[in-house]
């Protein structure tokens, strides 16, 4: 057992890395291979064998997310700092595709819509990707800000003019600002751990996303009173406590891999998770306000939205969360 | 080469735009002869519903375009004709041959094509009243299968005197055929058409 820490820790960052996407994805391959064997058992009766075709379905779309997200960090990680960067723009872009197609604008928006996918959202990856930290952090809530309502002004329509406005600046600051928060902790320098960031990317992810699936989870099987039923009929403090807890823990247990100590890296995560959950519970009330359960629940789509947002919205908001506090608290 | 590398480049380019979905509702996609009708608000119609199609049926599915406008300039000409194969139609009246002998033409080589029957993109949501073409097709060519399609969203990708369009999901939903009722009006035929059209919105 020591003997393995030991040989765990004396790798290079590289080598260090490596073992962890190798060992992620043996993990989803044995997954995998397990819902495929369970796929082709054969089954007694017919009521057990459409119960498990309806878990395995889920199941499988879960495994095929995981796969994705594990794709996309190793050949980020792999290909360097900048492919990552491209390929959270991308994420980005389609997130904020959903989100604008769910909350329709006018035509006067036009000049408005072109600018933040094609001039914001590239600007301020490009400004995440050269390290100006003061500069991004501040350059779509201050200067975006005041340019995109302008353009939507000269359009010369007035009619429900503010709620257009808040609608695209409240998508762009879920879906660029939060979003590209997560590639940026690759820029941050803890001293004495250089070439091991992409390490902090995954705590992060990792932390948020066993947060989620355990407030999922808990919220199923506890069955708790619902706090605002009109916006979520399954969120409840106990189950995001509990989330937020086990996410938590599970940070601390991976604080091997951060600069940190494991009462840190517990601090830190726990941070990230109630962001995270809380930033998830408030993208329903949104979603509400649309009318929708999902962006994009299957069936009843109009759109052709693939729920992507669903997935990352915790993460928009956790990530900003977590940069900051990690950036002011460590003066990194 | 060219004409195929610019349609993959188009069915790229909408595919990260929209999404592109095909939504089958009323019937699937099939290779027999058939005219797709469609609300029309956007230049990005005619790709939206072509991209929608399978691989298969887009080769013999040709749209409707009109003559005046799409060969004003060699590029617009060479777009609608080597790339979309479209069908040109002449929207002044001048001349004394039917504007709709060319639809004919290819009807009778046994195309599918895809129609626009309000004649023009509209500015609002509602579809305009539905120009009198579609029920002379159905009246000369009663075999062949027609489908209605509304195309949803797609004035927001690239509303009427943008040149940039944004990326905004839309959808195709293909519905029930319908058929000319044995002695029906020419304007209620019409009128049923568009409300088949209309009533794909909400589906």
């Given at each position: 057992m020591f003997q393995m820490y030991y040989y765990l820790k004396n790798l290079s960052p590289t080598q260090q890395v490596g073992m962890l996407f190798v060992t992620i994805f043996g993990l989803l391959l044995l997954a995998s291979v397990g819902a495929f064997l369970l796929s082709v058992r054969e089954h007694a009766d017919e009521a057990r064998a459409d119960f498990w075709r309806k878990e395995l379905k889920s199941l499988d779309a879960m495994l095929r997310t995981s796969w994705l997200m594990v794709l996309v960090f190793w050949i980020g990680w792999a290909a360097g700092d900048w492919v990552a960067l491209t390929l959270f723009a991308i994420v980005s872009f389609f997130a904020l595709r959903e989100f604008l197609t769910l909350s329709p604008t006018r035509l006067g928006d036009h000049r408005s819509l072109v600018l933040a996918f094609f001039v914001v959202l590239p600007a301020q990856y490009a400004l995440v990707g050269g390290g100006h930290f003061d500069m991004f952090t501040v350059f779509i809530p201050v200067y975006v800000f005041l340019a995109l309502p302008l353009a939507s002004a000269l359009a010369n329509d007035p009619l429900r003019f503010l709620e257009r406005s808040a609608k695209l600046q409240w998508g762009i600051m879920v879906c660029i600002y939060g979003m590209s928060h997560v590639p940026a902790i690759l820029m941050l320098k803890f001293p004495g751990y250089e070439g091991r960031s992409a390490f902090m990317v995954f705590f992060l992810v990792a932390v948020v996303q066993v947060c989620m699936v355990t407030q999922h989870i808990a919220a199923q099987r506890m069955r708790r009173k619902p706090i605002a039923p009109a916006i979520s009929q399954s969120f409840n403090w106990d189950s995001w406590g509990l989330g937020v807890l086990v996410g938590s823990l599970f940070g601390a247990l991976l604080a091997g891999i951060t600069p940190w100590v494991p009462g840190t890296a517990f601090a830190a995560a726990f941070i990230a998770c109630s962001a995270g959950g809380l930033g998830h519970f408030v993208m329903k009330a949104l979603k509400r306000d649309r009318g929708i359960p999902n962006w994009g629940a299957e069936g009843q789509s109009v759109t052709g939205a693939g729920g992507l947002l669903d997935r990352v919205d915790a993460l928009c908001f956790a990530a900003p969360v977590f940069f900051h506090t990690t950036r002011w608290y460590f003066g990194v | 080469m060219l004409a195929k590398m610019m349609s993959y480049f188009l069915l790229g380019l909408i595919r990260v735009l929209t999404g592109s979905q095909a939504r089958w509702h009323g019937c699937p996609p099939k290779a027999e002869q058939r005219i797709y009708f469609a609300n029309h608000q956007s230049h990005a119609d005619l790709v939206m519903i072509w991209a929608a199609l399978p691989k298969e049926l887009r080769s013999v599915t040709r749209a409707i375009a009109a003559k005046d406008y799409w060969t004003k300039t060699p590029f617009k000409q060479w777009l609608t004709s080597a790339v979309f194969n479209v069908i040109y139609v002449s929207r002044d009246r001048t001349s004394d041959e039917d504007p709709l002998e060319p639809l004919f033409d290819a009807l009778q080589n046994g195309d599918s094509i895809i129609l626009f029957p309000e004649g023009t993109r509209g500015f609002t949501g509602e579809p305009q009243p539905f120009k009198a073409g579609l029920y002379n097709l159905a009246l000369k060519f009663p075999d062949v299968v027609l489908v209605p399609a509304w195309i949803n969203n797609v004035q927001h990708v690239?509303?009427?005197?943008?040149v940039v369009p944004v990326p905004v999901l839309c959808s195709v939903t293909f519905g029930a055929p319908m058929q000319l009722g044995a002695g029906e009006d020419r304007r209620a035929f019409l009128e049923r058409a568009r409300a088949a059209v209309v009533a794909l919105r909400d589906v």
């Open positions: - | 690239l509303p009427k005197g943008e």
